[in-house]
Nanobody, 126 residues
Framework: QVQLVESGGGLVQAGGSLRLSCAASGRTFSRYAMAWFRQAPGKEREFVTAISWSGRNIYYSDSVKGRFTMSRDNARATNYLQMNSLKPEDTAVYYC???????????????????WGQGTQVTVSS
């Protein structure tokens, strides 16, 4: 099993920044993709960003492109999500997810991921 622990969520004013982290432990894969999804109350879980094993391929949803930056440190089995220019509509529980994958496969749908963190709350006040 893989355990994922998210951290860095909190309350911030609109226009502010937060940095989320996701640390993986337990069973390790030779290569894996990592992603962030979010879920607001009453809404479905939606894709935010995903990164390939090497970090060469990074994908963002249109709603966060240009404001959020994802990166990873494979030596630490950790990824980071830098969120700038936050908006009230970014308020949600943010979930980290992992799937064993080659560097050529970086899925962007929740059902493609096998392991999930517990989530961290991000609240942006207007």
């Amino acid at each position: 099993q893989v355990q994922l622990v998210e951290s860095g969520g909190g309350l911030v004013q609109a226009g502010g920044s937060l940095r989320l982290s996701c640390a993986a432990s337990g069973r390790t894969f030779s290569r894996y993709a990592m992603a962030w999804f979010r879920q607001a109350p009453g809404k479905e879980r939606e894709f935010v960003t995903a990164i390939s094993w090497s970090g060469r391929n990074i994908y963002y949803s249109d709603s966060v492109k240009g404001r959020f930056t994802m990166s990873r440190d494979n030596a630490r089995a950790t990824n980071y999500l830098q969120m700038n220019s936050l908006k009230p509509e970014d308020t949600a529980v943010y979930y980290c997810a992992v799937v064993s994958a080659s560097d050529y496969y970086t899925p962007r749908t929740p059902e493609s991921y096998d392991y999930w963190g517990q989530g961290t709350q991000v609240t942006v006040s207007s």
